[in-house]
């Protein structure tokens, strides 16, 4: 009888986990689901390398608009800060030995030592550069004190602030607040300049002028990056030192980054 009665159980578990499973298969979203509006071209290109890309102005709209039931407002965040110009980005890892999860991606986006060795075509120089000469986390803002990256976590907290230092090879130092949170479906990243940035002797940006959202999320294809960038500096400025093409390619080398760190997890 207690043979019986552990091949029952033993059936019955099965079939709840196999339910358990079905369910949270069918829960995962696909590219469709979220950006139901992109072309068969800007599909295509999404699961290209590097994604695609495109800058406008405070009074234009993305080109890239994804479904109210993607419950994240990228674009509501940044305009907080009042920008004069965004970039915006979309792109899908294809799905490659597993599906990755939100502690993947937690663990991708912390490892912030490894985006100085990223090199990008500059188009107004027709060469390839290396944006970011050095970075590392630091305990206290604004300070040059670097600290090591932290070991891979075994549990995902539910939001976390940490600090960035970068040597630019435009801007020089430059410092970071990063913001990271989780809902049920994905997690979001913010970054967010603290310090003025300087091109030469002179103050292109004011602190907390630069706003950088990244939304990824596991879904039915692999993982989706959805990011958008705002800048707020002087209309001068910016057509002085073509500041559209040095935040694009920042934004495409940390879009480099974060898709070769996510490919390395599995």
């Known amino acids: 009888m207690q043979i019986k009665n552990k091949i029952i159980f033993t059936c019955l578990f099965l079939i709840h986990a196999f339910s358990v499973s079905a369910q949270a298969a069918d829960s995962i979203r696909s590219l469709d689901e979220l950006f139901p509006d992109l072309t068969e071209n800007q599909r ?28 994240v407002d990228l674009m509501g965040s940044i305009l907080k800060r009042v920008p004069a110009q965004f970039i915006e980005a979309l ?19 912390m490892k912030i030592e490894n985006i100085k060795n990223y090199i990008v075509h500059s188009q107004s120089r027709n060469k390839m550069i290396r944006v970011f000469e050095e970075s590392s986390q630091i305990e206290i803002p604004n300070r040059n004190s670097p600290i090591p990256d932290p070991p891979p976590a075994s549990i995902l907290p539910a939001s976390q602030t940490i600090f960035v230092r970068v040597k630019d090879s435009s801007f020089g130092t430059t410092y970071f607040r990063g913001e990271f949170s989780a809902d049920s479906r994905g997690i979001t990243y913010r970054l967010i300049n603290t310090a003025a940035i300087w091109f030469l002797i002179f103050p292109v940006m004011g602190a907390e002028k630069f706003a950088m959202s990244v939304y990824v ?18 209309m001068f400025i910016a057509s002085s030192i073509n500041i559209a093409e040095a935040i694009d390619m920042r934004v495409k080398t940390v879009v480099n980054w974060l898709c070769d760190n996510l490919n390395s997890q599995n």
Request: glycine fraction near 10%; hydrophobic fraction near 35%; avoid cysteine.
């Open 91 to 109: 792109i899908v890892i294809p799905r490659n030995e597993r599906q990755l999860d939100k502690l993947d991606i937690y663990n991708a986006v």
């Open 44 to 71: 295509q290109e999404a699961f290209d390398t590097g994604g695609i890309r495109n800058t406008f102005f405070r009074h234009e709209t993305p080109l890239y608009v994804p479904s109210p039931s993607l419950g």
């Open 217 to 234: 999320e596991p879904i039915k294809e692999g993982i989706l990056i959805y990011g958008m960038a705002g800048i707020d500096i002087p």
